[in-house]
């Protein structure tokens, strides 16, 4: 969910534009998404643009304020669930009716996700991702909650490059006369 966010409103890259978010959406399993109108994608963009502050500060939230402000945004949307099984995904719930928009469907999505991590969790495994000059959020899912970084690949290795280079410079150097 979070990711979705960052790669639309993102701090350090360019913000995706809506043939990138298109294939962002297929690759989540939006199956809606190949078809979407330009749009709809433009209104979704929007929609994830409006949901960003909420996602930036969740790890600074805590978890009353946090289910306030999801709770804020589900008023707004038209939810009803209902169990489906299409293109061989295997069954999961839908929030929203067969008739909603496609933005509907997705921001429904993205704040069920939400609400169910904050539900298991609450804001605890939210971050900020460490790498200099990156403010993108991550959610940490691993078990000994060790995640430091954003989905950005080029975060962890710029950092963890730039950390061995300091390890390197505080090491002294061994002499090595005989
Ligand atoms: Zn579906
Ligand atoms: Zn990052």
């Not at 209104?43 to 909420?54: A, C, E, F, S, T």
């Not at 946090?66 to 009803?80: G, K, Y």
Request: net charge negative; proline share 4%.
């Amino acid at each position: 969910m979070v990711e979705v966010v960052n790669r639309v409103t993102g701090t350090k890259q360019a913000p995706a534009g809506i043939d990138e978010l298109r294939e962002i959406l297929t690759d989540k399993g939006f199956s809606r998404a190949p078809d979407a109108s330009a749009a709809s994608l433009q209104r979704l963009k929007g929609r994830l643009v409006d949901m960003n502050p909420l996602v930036a500060s969740l790890p600074r939230l805590e978890l009353a304020e946090a289910s306030r402000l999801v709770n804020e945004q589900l008023t707004e949307l038209d939810i009803a669930p209902s169990i489906a099984d299409h293109d061989g995904v295997g069954p999961h719930i839908h929030w929203t009716p067969a008739t909603a928009r496609f933005d509907d469907q997705v921001a429904a999505d993205l704040l069920m996700a939400l609400a169910q991590e904050l539900c298991d969790d609450g804001t605890s495994r939210f971050g900020v991702c460490d790498a200099e000059g990156c403010e993108d959020i991550f959610y940490d899912g691993t078990r000994n909650r060790s995640k430091r970084f954003c989905t950005d690949s080029r975060c962890s290795s710029r950092t963890h490059t730039a950390e061995h280079r300091a390890r390197m410079r505080s090491t002294p150097t061994r002499q090595t006369r005989t």
